[in-house]
């Protein structure tokens, strides 16, 4: 009976384990394909089906090119081997014996002579359809064959060997490919429409806006927790429901003010207004409840002031919540789109932020797909790897917020 329990748990486990790694494959590929594809030349961005990996097509240096040439797999005896492509869209014909037509020969007019009789070409009607007759060259042996058709190849030969020549359609040839990454989009991206610059200015306002509002939180907070003064809660519920605006509402008015201040197309609109927030307040002060009483009356006692007894007991304390805060405070400036496409101009480049440089890059790189995935790269990963660092932090600050009112 045991022995039956345990192997159904181990059951539903493994079940488990591979439902949720199922899951987590669907939702990591997009991830996964736009880090992929910004490693990736343009040209291989758009084939069908799609590929993950990075390729692209070999080549190599002949001497007596100027340039490498490409590498193609061809049939030679039965064998894939690795040719050179040293011409292509060379006439050819297709031809057939008279009795078989559709035993076809495809082969350069190089070498193929039309036969004629007093000045006119030669022809012959099989099934009702007139065809022109050619002396073709099979195998080092002439041959009497009905051309039914035309197309062209291309030239291969073996890089080792050039004189080992071999004729195929190079639409319907296989390339050589490796896999190879490309780095230097990134670079290349960062020099297209200034965004080194909206790189650094997104840095600056993010790491701003997150230490403003972790500084302005943690006063308001330690003042609504603990400090006593008339109509005290009251204030903080009107304060809290500003977080039921609607930003939408706030556009207009907080676009006239930053008109009258002088601060439109400037980082300082991107910055100072954010700086306060009724969330983060509301979550210090949830946290600072739950800090007990006697350790500050305590330090009262032994005459620590207000600004020692929040600097050396709640703020260490707080931790999680601080990490919390910071990690969504960070998230949120860090991927702000709306309020910087309204209050920066976009010919601005100097004040953009990342999220106006890759609207722009969208347009300019719309060829170059790689470019514009290099450039989400570049905006994604940064919040992705504090959200990884910071999300231990989550349940904690759940865990002890809301416990008093």
Do not use: C
């Not at 692209?56 to 049939?75: A, N, R």
């Not at 991107?270 to 600072?288: D, H, K, N, S």
Request: aromatic content about 12%.
């Amino acid at each position: 009976m045991l022995k039956s329990y345990k192997f159904t748990q181990i059951m539903r486990n493994f079940l488990a384990y591979i439902v949720l790694s199922a899951f987590a494959v669907v939702m990591l590929f997009p991830f996964l394909f736009m880090i992929f594809t910004s490693f990736k030349v343009p040209n291989d961005t758009f084939n069908y089906p799609p590929r993950l990996l990075p390729r692209e097509l070999l080549t190599m240096e002949i001497s007596g090119y100027e340039e490498p040439l490409p590498v193609y797999q061809v049939e030679v005896n039965g064998n894939d081997l690795n040719y050179v492509l040293l011409e292509k869209n060379i006439k050819a014909g297709i031809f057939a014996p008279v009795n078989d037509l559709t035993a076809t020969i495809v082969l350069p007019l190089s070498d193929a002579n039309a036969l004629v009789q007093d000045g006119i070409p030669l022809t012959q009607v099989v099934e009702g359809q007139e065809y022109p007759i050619f002396d073709v060259l099979v195998s080092g042996k002439s041959q009497q064959l009905l051309q039914v058709g035309a197309t062209s190849l291309g030239k291969f030969a073996n890089p080792k060997n050039l004189s080992e020549i071999s004729y195929q359609n190079v639409r319907l040839s296989t390339p050589s490919e490796s896999v190879l990454f490309h780095p230097e989009n990134y670079s290349d991206v960062l020099k297209l429409q200034n965004m080194g610059r909206a790189l650094t200015n997104t840095t600056l306002v993010t790491v701003l806006v997150v230490v403003g509002q972790l500084v302005t939180s943690v006063f308001g907070g330690y003042a609504f927790a603990r400090l006593r003064f008339p109509g005290r809660d009251r204030l903080f519920v009107l304060y809290l429901g500003t977080i039921m605006i609607p930003f939408v509402v706030l556009i207009i008015p907080l676009y006239q003010l930053m008109v009258m201040i002088g601060w439109v197309d400037k980082l300082a609109a991107l910055i100072i207004p954010w700086v306060f927030t009724a969330y983060g307040t509301f979550l210090m002060r949830q946290f600072f409840i739950t800090v007990p009483r006697d350790i500050e009356e305590a330090a009262l006692i032994d005459g620590a002031s207000r600004l020692q007894i929040l600097r050396k007991i709640f703020i260490p304390a707080a931790g999680p919540a601080l990490a919390t805060q910071a990690t969504f405070t960070f998230l949120y400036a860090w991927n702000s789109f709306f309020w910087p496409l309204v209050i920066i101009n976009t010919g601005n480049s100097q004040n953009h932020v990342l999220t106006l440089a890759l609207n722009i890059l969208r347009g300019r790189a719309a060829d170059a797909p790689n470019l514009v995935l290099a450039g989400a790269a570049i905006s994604i990963i940064p919040p992705m790897i504090l959200f990884v660092i910071g999300q231990r932090f989550f349940i904690e600050s759940a865990m002890s917020s809301g416990v008093k009112g």
